[in-house]
Antibody
Framework: EVQLLESGGGLVQPGGSLRLSCAAS????????MSWARQAPGKGLEWVST???????YDADSVKGRFTISRDNSKNTLYLQMDSLRAADTATYYC???????WGQGTLVTVSS | QAGLTQPPSVSKGLRQTATLTCTGN????????AAWLQQHQGHPPKLVSY???NRPSGISERFSASRSGNTASLTITGLQPEDEADYYC???????????FGGGTKLTVL
């Protein structure tokens, strides 16, 4: 059974940083592209970033230069380093496997002073 | 990045058929097809269809997807109360090198 468990969310001040983690199990992590998506309270889904098995990275314009996706295949873990956070980044952040085939439960990031 | 276009809401009666639409362009829906996600309130999204009409295991045969040009559709037959949810479409945009999502359709089963 595929399991994705996000962690690292919380309350942070504008301009601050957070690092999200997504621990994966139940599949061969290194063989799949992984993505982060987010959902602001009461809003729709928004793609954030994707990392392929090759290590190639694609970022949404809204986070380019501020967020960095990475993966550690030895630890079966996906990361999202978030810097220069803004109030507009407040959302539940989900990690997802492949082309949205499986999702974690999400972790809430709140950016507020 | 420009998103895909979905109607905000659709309402249908119990046991009726609902068809949800998702319009993009030749770089996304018209090229790669679309995935469809179901999200119940307070829960993460769940994939119900990918690349036009492939259903993940465990998804009811009542869910079927199709594409015509730059518009993808998700048809749900024999509507049940548990089908009431938000539905999102998503596609890879080869021109933007980005995933794009629709704004979501809230399906109400009357």
């Amino acid at each position: 059974e595929v399991q994705l468990l996000e962690s690292g969310g919380g309350l942070v001040q504008p301009g601050g940083s957070l690092r999200l983690s997504c621990a994966a199990s139940g599949f061969t992590f290194s063989s799949y592209a992984m993505s982060w998506a987010r959902q602001a309270p009461g809003k729709g889904l928004e793609w954030v970033s994707t990392i392929l098995t090759s290590g190639a990275i694609y970022d949404a314009d809204s986070v380019k230069g501020r967020f960095t996706i990475s993966r550690d295949n030895s630890k079966n873990t996906l990361y999202l380093q978030m810097d220069s956070l803004r109030a507009a980044d407040t959302a539940t952040y989900y990690c997802a496997k492949d082309w949205w085939s499986d999702w974690g439960q999400g972790t809430l990031v709140t950016v507020s002073s | 990045q420009a998103g895909l276009t979905q109607p905000p809401s659709v309402s249908k009666g119990l046991r009726q058929t609902a068809t949800l639409t998702c319009t993009g362009n030749s770089n996304n829906v018209g090229n790669q097809g679309a995935a469809w996600l179901q999200q119940h309130q307070g829960h993460p999204p769940k994939l119900v269809s990918y690349t036009n009409d492939n259903r993940p295991s465990g998804i009811s045969e009542r869910f079927s997807a199709s594409r015509s040009g730059n518009t993808a559709s998700l048809t749900i037959t024999g509507l049940q109360p548990e089908d009431e949810a938000d539905y999102y479409c998503s596609a890879w945009d080869s021109g933007l090198s980005a995933w794009v999502f629709g704004g979501g359709t809230k399906l109400t089963v009357l």
